[in-house]
């Protein structure tokens, strides 16, 4: 019997090992394509945060750490009862993290936030204005973020990611549907 127990613990270990270092590229080999391929195929472009990442990579740690403690912790119940809590919590950051895009088509754009669920959808003609701000950089100007404001009141900030591949597509479709472009130099 203490083999086979022993030999549950090395298994246990070698899969969070794997989970482990898995943590570090899986989220942008293996989520990122799963986003890509699963969004509408009429997706022109399809982006997603930082946060998207680190959310995954986390979540797989986790993971990792649940399998860890099944295997470390000798009394049985409480082994479980971490390993399930540990294990749960990474499963909501791997899916949160799954949950974190934006894409646009020829008729809209949708945004995914992160830590959230529900994606927000506008078309063309709700963009009110697109605000490019600008810094320079070795003597050029260079965009240091991308501000979309919205008729409803709201406004979407990113800077960085690939919202900038797309910026110039979503400023002359906004521009077409009525929208403002304004570029704003910093000091």
């Known amino acids: 019997m203490g083999d086979f127990y022993d030999q549950q613990k090395i298994v246990l270990i070698t899969l969070g090992i794997i989970l482990l270092l898995s943590a570090v590229f899986i989220p942008a080999a293996v989520f990122y394509p799963a986003k890509v391929a699963f969004i509408t195929p009429e997706a022109e472009l399809v982006g997603t945060s930082f946060w998207s990442l680190v959310l995954g990579g986390g979540g797989m740690v986790l993971l990792a750490a649940a399998l860890f403690i099944a295997a470390l912790i000798e009394k049985p119940l409480t082994a479980w009862l971490l390993a399930g809590a540990a294990a749960a919590i990474g499963f909501v ?29 506008y078309t063309w003609d709700e963009f009110e204005r697109v605000e490019e701000r600008l810094h320079q950089q070795d003597g050029a100007s260079a965009i240091e973020s991308v501000a979309y404001y919205f008729h409803d009141g709201s406004v979407l900030e990113f800077s960085g990611g690939r919202i900038f591949e797309m910026h110039s597509s979503m400023v002359r479709r906004v521009e077409t549907a009525g929208g403002v472009y304004t570029r704003i130099q910093s000091p």
């Open 93 to 121: 950051a791997i899916a949160l993290s799954l949950g974190d895009y934006y894409y646009m088509t020829s008729e809209r754009f949708t945004y995914n936030p992160p830590l959230s669920l529900v994606s927000s959808t």
